[in-house]
């Protein structure tokens, strides 16, 4: 994933936690110790990019996203969606598809724990 490295101003971005769009443009935002950085989004059809809610998640007509690694790869488009599970630290956001179940970009292979986990919500 290509981004580059510019300043803009807060104020000009609608947000959904850490997806920001303008007019023309998506961006991610992700929080250090002491400061956020905002990457470009490449690769995002701008018409029909949507957020799932207050996810780290976000979709376009041609690839899901997240806000920490950008495409996932081989998600299905029509059938995912988030999963949110609260935690003692807070929210922390799953998803899922026809063929499987995601922590940010990667598959849950552990699907006996998952399990678990989804039933203690």
Do not use: P
């Amino acid at each position: 994933m290509e981004s580059r490295q510019e300043f803009y101003r807060c104020t000009n971005f609608r947000r959904s936690r850490r997806i920001l769009t303008d007019k023309k443009r998506v961006y991610y935002k992700y929080m250090t110790s002491d400061c956020a950085l905002v990457y470009e989004l490449d690769s995002v059809d701008r018409k029909s990019f949507v957020t799932f809610g207050n996810s780290n998640y976000a979709k376009d007509k041609n690839h899901v996203f997240d806000s920490r690694n950008g495409i996932l790869r081989n998600v299905d488009l029509e059938t995912f969606q988030t999963i949110l599970i609260e935690t003692e630290d807070g929210r922390i956001a799953y998803a899922k598809d026809k063929n499987n179940y995601y922590f940010w970009n990667k598959i849950i292979t552990d699907t006996v724990g998952f399990s678990k986990l989804l039933r203690n919500k």
